[in-house]
């Protein structure tokens, strides 16, 4: 990360273009203004599938406060309004058709979830690397990237069971990555992915109206605020059914552990062992420079998709708050866990030797990694070509200063031993575990290297 201010990367022009198009389909009565009525998106829903449960009704609260900071705070554009409206009705009407196969296919309820592998970390610590490679194993069950984006089958999938047709559901996510491409190619580009690629469960939040995926396209702060308040277990529930649905829809075995990861677990910990208690847990860290100012630049590379008002100051300020927020909610939940069910996993160490750090791992979860490393480096190799362009980006992008991060952060530095440089001997580098989690941090290394 280099210093000097400097305005972050823009847009393309893709978005100036659609802009004009809606406005002038709009202008012309072609196309009806995008509307922000729970009652009539949930209406439009229901005539669209000709169905009416919604499931568990907990959704609508979040979906209310959600639609209120769209309206009272986004400042979208034309093109984020529409899509905005396009995201909602399709929630909607997953959610439907999810009730739908639950009332077809009971035994899709009856699926256990038995000890799922779970990682949890902040946004850019290196999740998704940590997650691909368990994800090459043929041992546990991963969701794709195609059923992130939709995790439901649509109503005609028993045909896709029995050979008569073709999910089209690869298909969909390929055309949504096509015009996430067209909008801001970076975007692509910090978060690589395919249609069949390994991929975290966030969207199964989203399909509560729940998570920071909100916070990462569209400046919502009353709605993440309100959900800062909030009990996630209802969201997690709901997310546990639709793993259901997703096994069930891929004949994976249900004694196969899943294994999860989102940014999101950082916030509801309490939330996701309430529904999971039986979960193991991989903690993963990095240099907090790095957390903040990747985590600013995700953002502000889909924000500004979607709104022609953004302050990348503001972005900045946003994501260093909301940084500090994950890790202090993850500290205070892990306090009274068994550290027999949770360890600890550096992103820089992973840079360094991850066939190293891989064999920590397995040891913890009690598995041979001989089985799986083939496959682990075969995806580190394909992983070069999904990721063409490397993630570009500076703190002083986003008006926030390296000192500011080592202050904020330096005992979290300090209590978990995260490998930092050139940070000075008051922000606390690599100073070795402090008092309070020494012993366990002492405890996992003689237990799994």
Not at 58 to 86: C, I, K, M, T, Y
Not at 262 to 290: C, E, G, K, W, Y
Not at 392 to 409: G, I, K, N, P
Request: positive net charge; contains cysteine; glycine residues 6%.
């Amino acid at each position: 990360m280099q210093h000097g201010r400097v305005a972050p990367p823009q847009r393309t022009a893709f978005i100036a273009g659609l802009n004009r198009l809606l406005s002038a389909g709009e202008r012309t009565g072609i196309l009806a203004p995008a509307r922000f009525s729970k009652d009539a998106l949930m209406e439009a829903a229901a005539r669209k599938t000709g169905l009416s449960d919604f499931g568990d009704p907990w959704f609508e609260r979040p979906f209310e406060v959600l639609l209120d900071a769209v309206l009272g705070e986004a400042r979208l554009n034309l093109a984020g309004q529409h899509s905005a409206v396009q995201q909602f009705n399709k929630v909607l009407t997953d959610r439907l058709w999810a009730q739908q196969w639950f009332d077809r296919f009971p035994e899709i309820l009856e699926r256990p979830i038995p000890r799922p592998v779970v990682i949890v970390g902040p946004m850019r610590s290196g999740t998704t690397r940590l997650h691909r490679l368990l994800a090459s194993d043929r041992r546990f069950t991963h969701m794709r990237s195609f059923e992130t984006i939709s995790p439901v089958p649509r109503p005609d999938f028993e045909d896709v069971l029995a050979g008569k047709a073709k999910d089209f559901r690869p298909v969909l996510a390929s055309r949504v990555m096509k015009v996430a491409r067209a909008a801001n190619p970076r975007t692509l580009s910090i978060h690589p992915t395919g249609p069949y690629e390994p991929e975290e469960e966030l969207g199964l939040l989203v399909s509560s109206m729940w998570g920071m995926k909100h916070d990462a396209q569209w400046q919502v702060p009353s709605y993440s605020s309100w959900c800062a308040a909030e009990d996630a277990t209802p969201a997690y529930r709901h997310l546990a059914n639709l793993l259901r649905l997703i096994g069930w829809s891929q004949r994976a075995s249900p004694l196969r552990p899943w294994i999860l990861k989102t940014p999101q677990h950082m916030l509801d910990l309490p939330a996701l062992l309430n529904v999971f208690p039986d979960a193991r847990l991989i903690f993963t860290h990095r240099d907090p420079r790095s957390l903040v100012g990747s985590a600013a630049s995700l953002a502000w590379n889909q924000t500004i998709i979607y709104s022609d008002s953004v302050d990348p100051a503001r972005i900045g300020r946003d994501w260093l708050a909301k940084t500090e927020q994950q890790i202090e909610r993850m500290r205070a939940a892990r306090e009274g866990l068994d550290p027999e069910r949770m360890i600890d996993v550096q992103y820089e160490d992973m840079d360094q030797d991850w066939r190293g750090e891989m064999e920590r791992v397995y040891r913890f979860l009690d598995l041979d990694m001989a089985p799986a490393e083939a496959k682990m480096a075969d995806y580190l190799e394909r992983s070069k070509s999904l990721k063409r362009h490397p993630h570009v980006y500076r703190l002083s992008d986003f008006h926030v200063s390296s000192d500011e991060v080592a202050e904020r952060f330096a005992d979290y530095v300090r209590a978990f031993d995260v490998p930092t440089s050139g940070w000075g001997e008051s922000a606390g580098p690599r100073m070795g575990a402090n008092a309070a989690t020494a012993p366990i941090q002492r405890e996992r290394r003689r237990r799994f290297g």
